[in-house]
């Protein structure tokens, strides 16, 4: 029996229409300007050391308050624990080095929605991605006592072909809402291994005491930026407690995204957001279409080419 595609495509007209709405009242920067807007907005923001440490790193560490003040982060782990004490079936176990992995919680909590807006994050992402970044996850993580290691990757692999550009395809966005230390089962790194634009070999994979790699312990508030190629992993958790963070992948716009959001997008959410907001949800995308074609948002695609649009 053929799917009825009526209500799906019914569902994401109304959605476009909305974004476009937004867009013509408020359109995201092309080319000269959008570099322009950028500069303004790390120059605001006093982020120019953060761009430095992406260029040089491959990551970055926005302190607590840079982000948002560090009681929204007790807000957030009270709700990611809320979260998965709702939805355990979705643990996959301390083997994994994940340990319990909620999935899609921007449409469940407001707080995410939050999260995904604040300026300073959005800036790195904006300097890495572009102003047409989508949003690829929205990923909570608690990590128990006893959760394994997390091998050494990068999040280019899978997602694009090696060898990677030295542009970003991909960039990560950890809230921290625990302190971070080895024995909790801090995120480690190997610095400037973005620049390699490969993935880890098999030999390395699990080579977290290798003395590249820095473990990067913070306090809670802290939000970690990483580039696409960066390699990384996470020791295993050794102390009592739990290690929670939200994850918040982001993708250049023409990557398919990893969660569907324009599928748990309401029109209550666009309501009270931006175009940027629209972006992120991927509905100036020329793709997906269902039997009702390409959508008029085609007509958004830049005709220069510029790193940040």
């Keep these: 029996m053929a799917l009825d595609t009526k209500p799906l495509i019914a569902h994401l007209a109304k959605l476009r229409a909305m974004a476009m709405a937004k867009y013509e ?4 920067p092309k080319g000269d300007a959008a570099r322009a807007a950028l500069e303004r907005e790390v ?21 607590p308050g840079k982000a948002k003040p560090v009681d929204f982060f007790d807000d957030l782990r009270e709700t990611l624990l809320a979260l998965a004490e709702d939805d355990a079936s979705r643990n996959l176990g301390p083997q994994s080095g ?17 999260a995904l807006l604040a ?3 959005g800036a790195l992402v904006t300097y890495l991605l572009g102003y047409r970044a989508k949003l690829s996850q929205s990923t909570g993580l608690v990590k128990a006592a006893g959760t394994k290691p997390l091998r050494l990757h990068a999040d280019h692999s899978g997602k694009i072909p090696a060898p990677w550009p030295s542009v970003a395809q991909y960039c990560n966005v950890t ?5 971070y230390t080895r024995e909790n089962g801090a995120v480690c790194v190997w610095p400037g291994s973005h620049r390699f634009c490969r993935p880890v070999p098999p030999d ?29 992993g996470a020791v295993p958790r050794t102390s009592a407690g739990e290690r929670v963070t939200l994850v ?42 269902l039997t009702d ?14 790193q940040f649009e």
């Design 25 to 28: 009242a408020e359109p995201l």
């Design 43 to 63: 120059e605001a923001l006093d982020l120019k050391a953060h761009i430095a440490d992406l260029e040089t790193n491959g990551y970055t560490v926005l302190p």
């Design 98 to 114: 994940l340990g319990n992995t909620l999935f899609h919680l921007l449409p469940r909590a407001r707080i995410i929605e939050e």
């Design 119 to 121: 300026r300073a994050p």
């Design 175 to 179: 809230w921290v809402t625990t302190d």
């Design 204 to 232: 390395l994979a699990m080579a977290h005491d290798h003395p590249e790699v820095e473990v990067l312990e913070m306090p809670k508030g802290s939000v970690i930026v990483w580039h696409g190629s960066l390699w990384h």
């Design 248 to 289: 918040l992948p982001h993708v250049r716009d023409h990557v398919q995204a990893q969660e569907l959001y324009w599928a748990s997008t309401t029109p209550e959410m666009i309501e009270r957001n931006n175009s940027r907001f629209c972006a992120l949800m991927g509905l100036y995308s020329a793709y997906p279409w």
């Design 293 to 306: 074609g390409p959508p008029a948002t085609l007509a958004l695609t830049p005709t220069t080419e510029s």
